[in-house]
Protein backbone atom coordinates (compact mmCIF):
# COMPACT_ATOMS: atom_id res chain seq x y z
CA UNK A 1 0.00 0.00 0.00
CA UNK A 2 1.27 3.40 -1.09
CA UNK A 3 0.25 6.95 -0.97
CA UNK A 4 0.82 10.40 -2.85
CA UNK A 5 -0.62 13.78 -2.47
CA UNK A 6 -0.63 16.48 -5.01
CA UNK A 7 -2.58 19.30 -5.53
CA UNK A 8 -5.01 20.30 -8.69
CA UNK A 9 -6.40 23.66 -9.66
CA UNK A 10 -9.67 24.57 -11.09
CA UNK A 11 -10.47 28.36 -12.68
CA UNK A 12 -13.86 28.44 -12.00
CA UNK A 13 -16.13 30.91 -13.85
CA UNK A 14 -18.97 31.73 -11.46
CA UNK A 15 -22.08 29.62 -9.66
CA UNK A 16 -22.13 26.67 -11.41
CA UNK A 17 -20.58 23.20 -11.55
CA UNK A 18 -16.81 21.62 -13.15
CA UNK A 19 -16.97 17.45 -13.88
CA UNK A 20 -13.49 16.53 -12.70
CA UNK A 21 -14.32 13.09 -12.82
CA UNK A 22 -12.19 12.46 -15.84
CA UNK A 23 -9.11 14.55 -14.54
CA UNK A 24 -9.41 12.56 -11.19
CA UNK A 25 -9.15 9.52 -13.18
CA UNK A 26 -6.14 10.67 -14.87
CA UNK A 27 -4.22 11.75 -11.43
CA UNK A 28 -4.98 8.11 -10.79
CA UNK A 29 -3.65 6.39 -14.39
CA UNK A 30 -0.54 8.66 -14.70
CA UNK A 31 0.47 8.03 -11.22
CA UNK A 32 0.30 3.98 -12.01
CA UNK A 33 -2.03 3.46 -9.35
CA UNK A 34 -4.05 0.60 -9.71
CA UNK A 35 -7.14 -0.04 -6.35
CA UNK A 36 -7.13 2.40 -3.38
CA UNK A 37 -8.94 5.41 -1.84
CA UNK A 38 -8.68 8.71 -3.71
CA UNK A 39 -9.24 11.91 -0.79
CA UNK A 40 -10.21 14.46 -2.15
CA UNK A 41 -10.07 18.08 -0.57
CA UNK A 42 -11.67 20.86 -1.10
CA UNK A 43 -8.80 24.04 0.45
CA UNK A 44 -11.75 26.95 0.23
CA UNK A 45 -14.69 27.63 2.53
CA UNK A 46 -16.71 28.95 -0.16
CA UNK A 47 -16.64 26.35 -3.03
CA UNK A 48 -17.53 22.81 -2.27
CA UNK A 49 -17.92 19.31 -3.83
CA UNK A 50 -20.99 16.76 -4.57
CA UNK A 51 -21.59 13.87 -6.62
CA UNK A 52 -24.48 14.15 -8.97
CA UNK A 53 -25.95 13.08 -12.22
CA UNK A 54 -23.66 13.48 -15.30
CA UNK A 55 -26.62 13.68 -18.12
CA UNK A 56 -28.87 16.18 -18.23
CA UNK A 57 -27.34 19.17 -17.73
CA UNK A 58 -30.80 20.97 -16.46
CA UNK A 59 -30.27 18.57 -13.09
CA UNK A 60 -27.38 20.96 -12.57
CA UNK A 61 -28.96 23.99 -13.75
CA UNK A 62 -31.96 22.40 -10.95
CA UNK A 63 -29.58 21.97 -8.32
CA UNK A 64 -28.07 25.77 -8.35
CA UNK A 65 -31.42 26.82 -8.41
CA UNK A 66 -32.68 24.67 -5.33
CA UNK A 67 -29.81 25.92 -3.26
CA UNK A 68 -30.15 29.76 -4.41
CA UNK A 69 -33.59 29.22 -3.16
CA UNK A 70 -32.79 28.26 0.23
CA UNK A 71 -29.93 30.06 1.01
CA UNK A 72 -30.84 33.20 0.29
CA UNK A 73 -27.80 36.41 -1.05
CA UNK A 74 -27.01 38.54 1.59
CA UNK A 75 -29.88 41.25 2.98
CA UNK A 76 -27.58 44.04 2.29
CA UNK A 77 -27.85 43.49 -1.63
CA UNK A 78 -29.77 44.48 -4.10
CA UNK A 79 -30.24 40.56 -5.16
CA UNK A 80 -31.61 39.24 -1.84
CA UNK A 81 -35.44 38.87 -2.20
CA UNK A 82 -35.75 37.38 1.17
CA UNK A 83 -34.28 40.31 3.59
CA UNK A 84 -36.93 39.69 5.93
CA UNK A 85 -35.94 35.87 6.28
CA UNK A 86 -32.74 36.15 7.42
CA UNK A 87 -29.70 38.99 8.13
CA UNK A 88 -25.68 38.03 7.76
CA UNK A 89 -23.49 39.23 9.65
CA UNK A 90 -21.00 38.42 7.71
CA UNK A 91 -21.70 40.62 4.50
CA UNK A 92 -18.28 42.46 4.41
CA UNK A 93 -16.93 39.96 1.50
CA UNK A 94 -19.94 40.81 -1.19
CA UNK A 95 -23.42 39.39 -1.12
CA UNK A 96 -22.44 35.64 -2.33
CA UNK A 97 -20.04 35.04 0.25
CA UNK A 98 -21.61 33.72 3.41
CA UNK A 99 -24.31 32.32 1.21
CA UNK A 100 -21.31 30.68 -0.46
CA UNK A 101 -20.39 29.07 3.29
CA UNK A 102 -23.12 28.22 4.33
CA UNK A 103 -23.66 26.33 0.58
CA UNK A 104 -19.94 24.55 1.64
CA UNK A 105 -21.47 23.48 4.96
CA UNK A 106 -24.91 21.80 3.60
CA UNK A 107 -22.69 19.77 1.21
CA UNK A 108 -19.04 18.36 1.12
CA UNK A 109 -15.50 20.04 1.59
CA UNK A 110 -14.18 16.54 1.60
CA UNK A 111 -14.91 13.32 -0.72
CA UNK A 112 -13.78 10.04 0.17
CA UNK A 113 -13.53 8.17 -2.75
CA UNK A 114 -13.11 4.55 -3.86
CA UNK A 115 -11.24 3.28 -7.08
CA UNK A 116 -10.37 0.16 -9.26
CA UNK A 117 -8.35 -0.43 -12.30
CA UNK A 118 -7.66 3.37 -12.09
CA UNK A 119 -10.55 4.74 -12.32
CA UNK A 120 -13.02 5.89 -9.57
CA UNK A 121 -15.60 3.68 -8.81
CA UNK A 122 -19.12 5.74 -9.39
CA UNK A 123 -22.60 4.30 -11.07
CA UNK A 124 -23.16 5.45 -14.54
CA UNK A 125 -24.44 8.13 -14.03
CA UNK A 126 -22.83 9.92 -11.56
CA UNK A 127 -19.74 12.22 -11.80
CA UNK A 128 -17.83 13.91 -9.11
CA UNK A 129 -18.62 17.87 -9.13
CA UNK A 130 -16.84 21.10 -7.92
CA UNK A 131 -19.40 23.16 -7.30
CA UNK A 132 -18.35 27.32 -7.42
CA UNK A 133 -20.61 29.19 -5.14
CA UNK A 134 -19.04 32.61 -5.72
CA UNK A 135 -20.17 35.34 -8.40
CA UNK A 136 -16.29 36.02 -9.79
CA UNK A 137 -14.13 33.89 -11.50
CA UNK A 138 -11.40 31.69 -9.27
CA UNK A 139 -8.62 29.83 -8.78
CA UNK A 140 -9.89 26.72 -6.95
CA UNK A 141 -7.17 24.24 -5.59
CA UNK A 142 -8.35 20.67 -4.07
CA UNK A 143 -5.57 18.42 -2.29
CA UNK A 144 -5.62 15.25 -3.68
CA UNK A 145 -4.14 11.97 -1.99
CA UNK A 146 -4.81 8.58 -2.62
CA UNK A 147 -3.39 5.44 -0.06
CA UNK A 148 -3.82 2.13 -2.66
CA UNK A 149 -2.05 -0.14 -4.62
CA UNK A 150 0.04 0.24 -7.31
CA UNK A 151 -0.61 -1.80 -11.10
CA UNK A 152 3.85 -2.49 -10.87
CA UNK A 153 3.03 -4.10 -7.27
CA UNK A 154 -0.03 -6.44 -8.10
CA UNK A 155 2.32 -7.57 -11.43
CA UNK A 156 5.27 -8.11 -8.91
CA UNK A 157 3.75 -10.09 -6.65
CA UNK B 1 -3.09 -3.90 4.78
CA UNK B 2 -5.28 -5.61 2.58
CA UNK B 3 -7.89 -4.38 0.41
CA UNK B 4 -11.00 -6.25 -0.67
CA UNK B 5 -13.72 -4.79 -3.41
CA UNK B 6 -17.38 -6.00 -3.54
CA UNK B 7 -21.24 -4.44 -4.04
CA UNK B 8 -24.19 -5.20 -2.16
CA UNK B 9 -27.48 -4.57 -3.17
CA UNK B 10 -30.82 -3.66 -1.47
CA UNK B 11 -34.04 -3.00 -2.76
CA UNK B 12 -36.04 0.08 -1.71
CA UNK B 13 -39.93 0.35 -1.58
CA UNK B 14 -40.62 4.13 -1.62
CA UNK B 15 -38.66 7.05 0.36
CA UNK B 16 -37.50 5.73 3.19
CA UNK B 17 -35.09 4.30 5.31
CA UNK B 18 -33.13 0.95 5.19
CA UNK B 19 -31.01 0.41 8.02
CA UNK B 20 -27.73 -1.49 6.52
CA UNK B 21 -25.54 -1.32 9.71
CA UNK B 22 -25.67 -5.27 10.51
CA UNK B 23 -25.28 -6.10 6.48
CA UNK B 24 -22.20 -3.66 6.63
CA UNK B 25 -21.22 -5.54 9.88
CA UNK B 26 -21.65 -9.30 8.14
CA UNK B 27 -19.29 -7.73 5.25
CA UNK B 28 -16.74 -7.30 7.69
CA UNK B 29 -16.99 -10.29 9.31
CA UNK B 30 -17.75 -12.87 6.94
CA UNK B 31 -14.85 -11.15 4.67
CA UNK B 32 -12.29 -11.95 8.32
CA UNK B 33 -11.45 -7.97 8.48
CA UNK B 34 -10.50 -6.74 12.11
CA UNK B 35 -9.47 -3.63 11.47
CA UNK B 36 -9.89 -0.57 8.99
CA UNK B 37 -11.83 2.11 7.06
CA UNK B 38 -14.97 1.14 5.23
CA UNK B 39 -15.39 3.03 1.96
CA UNK B 40 -19.13 2.67 1.03
CA UNK B 41 -20.19 4.67 -2.26
CA UNK B 42 -23.88 4.82 -3.61
CA UNK B 43 -23.59 4.14 -7.14
CA UNK B 44 -27.29 5.94 -7.64
CA UNK B 45 -27.71 9.95 -7.80
CA UNK B 46 -31.27 9.78 -6.38
CA UNK B 47 -30.56 7.75 -2.72
CA UNK B 48 -28.11 8.68 -0.95
CA UNK B 49 -26.89 7.87 2.44
CA UNK B 50 -26.71 8.77 5.97
CA UNK B 51 -25.94 8.21 9.49
CA UNK B 52 -28.86 8.85 12.04
CA UNK B 53 -30.88 7.72 14.96
CA UNK B 54 -31.67 4.00 15.61
CA UNK B 55 -34.00 3.85 18.36
CA UNK B 56 -37.29 5.93 18.06
CA UNK B 57 -38.95 5.12 14.31
CA UNK B 58 -40.35 8.40 14.55
CA UNK B 59 -37.11 10.18 14.22
CA UNK B 60 -36.61 8.91 10.46
CA UNK B 61 -40.57 9.69 9.84
CA UNK B 62 -39.90 13.36 10.61
CA UNK B 63 -36.55 12.98 8.77
CA UNK B 64 -38.10 11.84 5.39
CA UNK B 65 -41.05 14.75 6.47
CA UNK B 66 -38.52 17.50 7.08
CA UNK B 67 -36.57 16.71 3.45
CA UNK B 68 -39.56 16.24 1.86
CA UNK B 69 -40.90 20.42 3.21
CA UNK B 70 -38.00 21.64 1.68
CA UNK B 71 -37.40 20.07 -1.27
CA UNK B 72 -41.00 20.18 -3.24
CA UNK B 73 -41.90 18.06 -5.60
CA UNK B 74 -41.69 19.14 -9.28
CA UNK B 75 -44.05 22.11 -9.98
CA UNK B 76 -45.77 19.95 -13.13
CA UNK B 77 -46.77 17.64 -10.38
CA UNK B 78 -50.03 17.34 -9.29
CA UNK B 79 -48.11 16.14 -5.88
CA UNK B 80 -46.61 19.63 -5.55
CA UNK B 81 -48.09 22.38 -3.33
CA UNK B 82 -45.59 24.87 -3.85
CA UNK B 83 -45.83 25.85 -7.33
CA UNK B 84 -44.76 29.55 -7.16
CA UNK B 85 -41.90 28.25 -5.24
CA UNK B 86 -39.43 26.75 -7.62
CA UNK B 87 -39.20 25.31 -10.99
CA UNK B 88 -37.56 22.47 -11.95
CA UNK B 89 -36.05 21.90 -15.51
CA UNK B 90 -35.51 18.31 -14.85
CA UNK B 91 -38.69 17.19 -14.87
CA UNK B 92 -39.15 14.59 -17.73
CA UNK B 93 -38.29 11.92 -15.39
CA UNK B 94 -41.21 12.12 -12.70
CA UNK B 95 -42.25 14.49 -9.77
CA UNK B 96 -39.96 12.74 -7.14
CA UNK B 97 -36.73 12.98 -9.72
CA UNK B 98 -35.12 15.94 -9.32
CA UNK B 99 -35.95 15.96 -5.85
CA UNK B 100 -34.36 13.30 -5.08
CA UNK B 101 -31.02 14.33 -7.18
CA UNK B 102 -31.45 17.33 -4.49
CA UNK B 103 -31.92 15.37 -1.29
CA UNK B 104 -29.07 13.13 -2.65
CA UNK B 105 -26.46 16.30 -2.60
CA UNK B 106 -27.44 17.36 0.68
CA UNK B 107 -26.67 14.16 2.36
CA UNK B 108 -23.88 11.89 1.44
CA UNK B 109 -23.47 9.31 -1.28
CA UNK B 110 -19.95 8.47 -0.12
CA UNK B 111 -19.00 7.61 3.56
CA UNK B 112 -16.10 7.05 5.15
CA UNK B 113 -16.49 4.65 7.99
CA UNK B 114 -13.95 3.28 10.57
CA UNK B 115 -13.94 -0.50 11.98
CA UNK B 116 -12.54 -2.42 15.02
CA UNK B 117 -12.85 -5.76 16.07
CA UNK B 118 -15.30 -6.81 12.98
CA UNK B 119 -17.73 -3.76 13.75
CA UNK B 120 -18.14 -0.43 12.25
CA UNK B 121 -17.05 2.63 14.72
CA UNK B 122 -20.11 3.88 16.09
CA UNK B 123 -22.70 5.53 18.87
CA UNK B 124 -25.01 3.54 20.97
CA UNK B 125 -27.94 5.04 18.62
CA UNK B 126 -26.41 5.36 15.35
CA UNK B 127 -27.24 3.55 12.29
CA UNK B 128 -26.12 3.93 8.91
CA UNK B 129 -29.04 4.05 6.27
CA UNK B 130 -29.28 3.72 2.76
CA UNK B 131 -32.05 6.70 2.11
CA UNK B 132 -34.44 6.55 -1.04
CA UNK B 133 -35.49 9.52 -2.03
CA UNK B 134 -37.77 7.88 -5.17
CA UNK B 135 -41.78 6.90 -4.39
CA UNK B 136 -41.16 3.70 -6.91
CA UNK B 137 -39.41 0.31 -5.33
CA UNK B 138 -35.79 0.44 -7.07
CA UNK B 139 -32.49 -2.35 -6.60
CA UNK B 140 -29.86 -0.27 -5.01
CA UNK B 141 -26.51 -0.90 -5.67
CA UNK B 142 -23.85 0.15 -3.00
CA UNK B 143 -19.41 -0.37 -3.71
CA UNK B 144 -17.90 -1.69 -0.71
CA UNK B 145 -14.45 -1.18 -0.31
CA UNK B 146 -12.23 -2.00 2.79
CA UNK B 147 -8.71 -1.03 3.24
CA UNK B 148 -7.46 -2.90 7.04
CA UNK B 149 -5.31 -5.75 8.27
CA UNK B 150 -7.59 -8.84 8.64
CA UNK B 151 -7.85 -11.05 11.53
CA UNK B 152 -5.30 -13.56 10.72
CA UNK B 153 -2.61 -10.69 9.74
CA UNK B 154 -2.75 -9.95 13.66
CA UNK B 155 -2.88 -13.17 14.67
CA UNK B 156 0.34 -14.38 12.75
CA UNK B 157 2.16 -10.87 13.93
CA UNK C 1 1.26 1.98 7.11
CA UNK C 2 0.27 1.57 10.38
CA UNK C 3 -3.45 2.57 11.95
CA UNK C 4 -4.07 3.83 15.65
CA UNK C 5 -7.80 4.37 17.42
CA UNK C 6 -8.53 6.13 20.09
CA UNK C 7 -11.21 8.59 21.36
CA UNK C 8 -11.32 12.24 21.83
CA UNK C 9 -13.82 14.09 24.31
CA UNK C 10 -15.09 17.62 24.05
CA UNK C 11 -17.24 19.37 26.03
CA UNK C 12 -20.25 21.71 24.54
CA UNK C 13 -21.83 24.14 26.24
CA UNK C 14 -25.02 24.91 23.54
CA UNK C 15 -26.09 24.87 20.07
CA UNK C 16 -22.31 26.43 18.20
CA UNK C 17 -19.46 25.27 16.98
CA UNK C 18 -16.02 24.19 18.62
CA UNK C 19 -13.02 24.21 16.62
CA UNK C 20 -11.25 20.69 16.91
CA UNK C 21 -7.93 21.70 14.30
CA UNK C 22 -5.31 22.06 16.60
CA UNK C 23 -6.19 19.05 18.94
CA UNK C 24 -6.23 16.67 15.44
CA UNK C 25 -3.26 17.64 14.38
CA UNK C 26 -2.28 17.04 18.15
CA UNK C 27 -3.40 13.49 18.24
CA UNK C 28 -1.54 13.08 14.83
CA UNK C 29 1.92 14.18 16.15
CA UNK C 30 1.71 13.08 19.96
CA UNK C 31 1.39 9.29 17.75
CA UNK C 32 4.06 10.04 15.80
CA UNK C 33 2.20 9.72 12.75
CA UNK C 34 2.97 11.62 9.63
CA UNK C 35 1.34 11.26 6.83
CA UNK C 36 -2.18 9.40 5.93
CA UNK C 37 -6.51 9.48 6.71
CA UNK C 38 -7.66 10.68 10.15
CA UNK C 39 -11.47 9.28 9.62
CA UNK C 40 -13.28 11.00 12.03
CA UNK C 41 -16.40 9.73 13.70
CA UNK C 42 -18.78 11.85 15.38
CA UNK C 43 -20.64 8.96 17.79
CA UNK C 44 -23.74 11.29 18.07
CA UNK C 45 -27.22 12.20 16.09
CA UNK C 46 -27.67 15.29 17.61
CA UNK C 47 -24.04 16.93 16.40
CA UNK C 48 -22.09 16.77 14.06
CA UNK C 49 -19.00 17.48 12.18
CA UNK C 50 -17.89 20.51 9.23
CA UNK C 51 -15.42 22.21 8.06
CA UNK C 52 -15.56 25.97 7.25
CA UNK C 53 -13.90 29.39 7.88
CA UNK C 54 -11.78 29.86 10.83
CA UNK C 55 -11.31 34.17 10.56
CA UNK C 56 -14.35 36.04 11.04
CA UNK C 57 -16.33 34.45 13.83
CA UNK C 58 -19.38 36.10 12.00
CA UNK C 59 -19.30 33.34 9.66
CA UNK C 60 -20.20 30.47 12.39
CA UNK C 61 -22.82 33.01 13.57
CA UNK C 62 -24.85 33.32 10.61
CA UNK C 63 -23.64 29.58 9.98
CA UNK C 64 -25.67 28.84 13.06
CA UNK C 65 -28.34 31.30 12.34
CA UNK C 66 -29.13 29.89 9.32
CA UNK C 67 -29.68 26.44 10.29
CA UNK C 68 -32.04 27.58 13.06
CA UNK C 69 -33.81 29.19 10.03
CA UNK C 70 -34.46 26.42 7.81
CA UNK C 71 -34.42 24.03 10.82
CA UNK C 72 -38.04 24.76 13.09
CA UNK C 73 -37.76 23.88 16.73
CA UNK C 74 -40.63 21.57 17.87
CA UNK C 75 -43.91 22.40 17.22
CA UNK C 76 -44.79 21.64 20.68
CA UNK C 77 -42.29 24.02 22.03
CA UNK C 78 -43.06 28.04 23.16
CA UNK C 79 -39.50 28.28 20.82
CA UNK C 80 -41.15 27.23 17.34
CA UNK C 81 -41.68 30.54 15.41
CA UNK C 82 -42.92 27.95 12.29
CA UNK C 83 -46.10 25.95 14.14
CA UNK C 84 -47.65 25.69 10.99
CA UNK C 85 -44.75 24.48 8.91
CA UNK C 86 -44.02 21.38 10.32
CA UNK C 87 -44.53 18.94 13.07
CA UNK C 88 -42.54 16.59 14.59
CA UNK C 89 -43.55 13.21 15.62
CA UNK C 90 -40.22 12.64 17.98
CA UNK C 91 -40.56 16.07 20.36
CA UNK C 92 -40.47 13.92 23.73
CA UNK C 93 -36.84 14.69 24.33
CA UNK C 94 -36.98 18.36 23.60
CA UNK C 95 -38.29 21.41 21.84
CA UNK C 96 -34.36 20.93 20.41
CA UNK C 97 -33.73 17.27 19.51
CA UNK C 98 -35.37 16.27 16.52
CA UNK C 99 -33.63 19.73 15.13
CA UNK C 100 -30.26 18.08 16.00
CA UNK C 101 -31.60 15.10 13.81
CA UNK C 102 -31.87 16.75 11.33
CA UNK C 103 -28.94 19.15 11.35
CA UNK C 104 -26.63 16.27 12.03
CA UNK C 105 -28.16 14.50 8.76
CA UNK C 106 -27.48 18.29 6.74
CA UNK C 107 -24.14 18.53 7.43
CA UNK C 108 -21.53 15.38 8.27
CA UNK C 109 -21.25 12.68 10.59
CA UNK C 110 -18.08 11.71 9.35
CA UNK C 111 -14.64 13.30 7.64
CA UNK C 112 -12.02 11.83 6.12
CA UNK C 113 -9.09 14.09 6.50
CA UNK C 114 -5.63 13.93 4.74
CA UNK C 115 -2.85 15.17 6.29
CA UNK C 116 0.83 15.49 5.67
CA UNK C 117 3.76 16.46 7.77
CA UNK C 118 1.98 15.48 10.68
CA UNK C 119 -0.68 18.29 10.08
CA UNK C 120 -4.48 18.06 8.69
CA UNK C 121 -4.72 19.26 4.66
CA UNK C 122 -6.26 22.04 4.74
CA UNK C 123 -6.45 25.37 3.13
CA UNK C 124 -5.89 28.92 4.81
CA UNK C 125 -9.17 29.77 6.40
CA UNK C 126 -10.36 26.36 6.64
CA UNK C 127 -10.74 24.79 10.02
CA UNK C 128 -12.88 21.41 11.09
CA UNK C 129 -15.29 22.19 13.60
CA UNK C 130 -17.65 19.67 15.96
CA UNK C 131 -21.00 21.44 15.24
CA UNK C 132 -23.10 21.30 18.89
CA UNK C 133 -26.80 21.40 17.99
CA UNK C 134 -28.54 21.16 21.54
CA UNK C 135 -29.43 23.50 23.73
CA UNK C 136 -27.31 22.04 27.17
CA UNK C 137 -23.82 21.71 28.19
CA UNK C 138 -22.99 17.86 26.42
CA UNK C 139 -19.92 15.59 26.87
CA UNK C 140 -19.38 14.31 23.16
CA UNK C 141 -17.61 11.91 21.69
CA UNK C 142 -14.98 11.55 18.20
CA UNK C 143 -13.89 8.45 17.14
CA UNK C 144 -10.59 8.98 15.68
CA UNK C 145 -8.49 6.67 13.47
CA UNK C 146 -5.21 7.04 11.40
CA UNK C 147 -3.93 5.26 9.13
CA UNK C 148 -1.20 6.25 7.36
CA UNK C 149 2.82 6.48 7.87
CA UNK C 150 4.93 6.96 11.17
CA UNK C 151 7.98 9.31 11.11
CA UNK C 152 10.21 6.61 11.86
CA UNK C 153 9.27 4.17 9.28
CA UNK C 154 10.00 7.19 6.70
CA UNK C 155 12.97 7.77 8.40
CA UNK C 156 14.16 4.13 8.46
CA UNK C 157 13.04 2.82 5.03
Partial sequence: MEQIFSKLEFITSGE????ITDTLNLFIQENNFCSGIFNLTSLHTSCSL???????PNV???????????????NYS?????RDVIYYEHYQEGAD?????IKTSLTNSVLSLSFQEGKINLG???AVYLWEHRFNKKVRSLNVHIIGEK?????NK
Fill in 50 to 56: TINENAD
Fill in 151 to 155: FSNIY
Fill in 78 to 82: SLSKN
Fill in 16 to 19: GFID
Fill in 124 to 126: TWQ
Fill in 60 to 74: LKDLKKYMQSIVPYD
Fill in 97 to 101: DMPAH
